[in-house]
């Protein structure tokens, strides 16, 4: 079986403050500190928390008012035709095309990606996938190269609505939700996670063929893309290799497509309403964790994708941003 290891530098263990993707703290080490203070300092400028982009020029008002009516009769064509696509990807995943579909489809719903490194997915038998974090439709990016149906995705509850009428529609995608109400009595999102993770491992060295990999957002939480926050260790801690994947999303329009706070399909609406939106997606080398412990293997992943994007690792992670959210809705109820 291939196996593969970067030529990454090992990097001091982190502090990890456990995100919600399950559990309790886990305090190794002080993280490395990044230059650069702007990504360490708390801000709106590292979460999106609204619907228009910062810094509005005159040129950014004059789109809007002259796109409105033409993108409020785009995404009514795209809400109509989301359903008729959404049919359309279990009769080509039955016929081998679930992959050639999913680049058809995206591009329709405003998502064009462009895709390097697929051949390290292919050639790869590493059971987990993971992905720095930058909106709400990340998975449905990588769905052109990882299609559903040979991914199990490990995502949040607010997602369970959209998730429940593609699965009425015959997709077959089977999430693992990370809270715990989510979970069947006696079991938690770990042992969901620790059960697919050996189950995948098992079943590829038995077939020869790579496994249904899990989808993992190690950040636990969204950020605007202008840095890498902490990862949790959890998944890195399994003992199994890992494909990084690098996102990095182009959106030259006044509006965020991704805004905290709001709801997914709120969200989705606003990237209907849009001419298009890029997803740049690099998949990296295959990396194994070898004798360093699941913090150190966690850093490492950390900063082998911030390193290909260029961006600073920062010292945050997903509970800060959950802080920062408290804040900005107490500043905006006074």
């Known amino acids: ?55 509005m020029h005159c040129l950014d008002w004059v789109f809007l008012v002259i796109w409105t009516p033409f993108g409020v009769f785009l995404c009514l064509l795209r809400c109509i035709f989301w359903p008729v696509g959404m049919l359309l990807y279990p009769l080509m995943n039955c016929l081998g095309l679930g992959r050639c579909v999913m680049r058809v489809m995206a591009p329709l719903w405003g998502v064009h990606a462009r895709i390097s490194g697929l051949e390290e997915l292919d050639n790869s038998f590493a059971p987990i996938m993971v992905s720095n974090h930058i909106s709400d439709f990340d998975a449905c990016a990588l769905w052109t190269a990882n299609p559903p149906a040979e991914q199990r995705l490990v995502v949040n509850l607010h997602w369970k609505k959209v998730i429940d009428v593609a699965r009425c529609l015959g997709w077959p995608i089977d999430p693992i939700y990370t809270e715990k109400e989510a979970q069947q ?132 992670s997903a509970k800060d941003k959950t802080e920062f959210a408290k804040e900005i809705l107490a500043r905006r109820s006074r």
């Not at 070898?290 to 490492?300: H, N, P, T």
């Open 1 to 55: 079986m291939p196996s593969r290891s970067t030529a990454a530098p090992t990097y001091s263990d982190s502090a990890y403050e456990k995100t919600l993707l399950i559990g309790e703290p886990d305090v190794e080490a002080e993280p490395k500190s990044e230059p650069g203070a702007d990504v360490n300092t708390p801000g709106e400028h590292l979460w999106n928390f609204s619907r228009l982009k910062p810094n």
């Open 185 to 316: 009595e006696g079991t938690t999102a770990k042992d969901v996670i620790r059960t697919e993770v050996k189950t995948g491992q098992e079943e590829a060295e038995v077939s020869g063929v790579p496994p249904k990999r899990l989808l993992i957002f190690p950040e636990g939480k969204t950020s605007s893309g202008m840095m890498v926050m902490v990862f949790n260790w959890y998944i890195f801690g399994l003992e199994a290799p890992v494909v990084p994947v690098a996102l990095r999303l182009w959106n030259p329009w006044p509006l965020q497509i991704q805004c905290n706070g709001c709801s997914v399909i709120r969200n989705l609406l606003t990237l209907f309403f849009l001419p298009m939106v890029v997803y740049h997606i690099d998949i990296l080398p295959e990396m194994t964790c070898g004798c360093q412990s699941k913090g150190a293997f966690a850093e490492d992943v950390r900063h082998c994708i911030a390193s290909h994007l260029n961006l600073p690792c920062s010292k945050f």
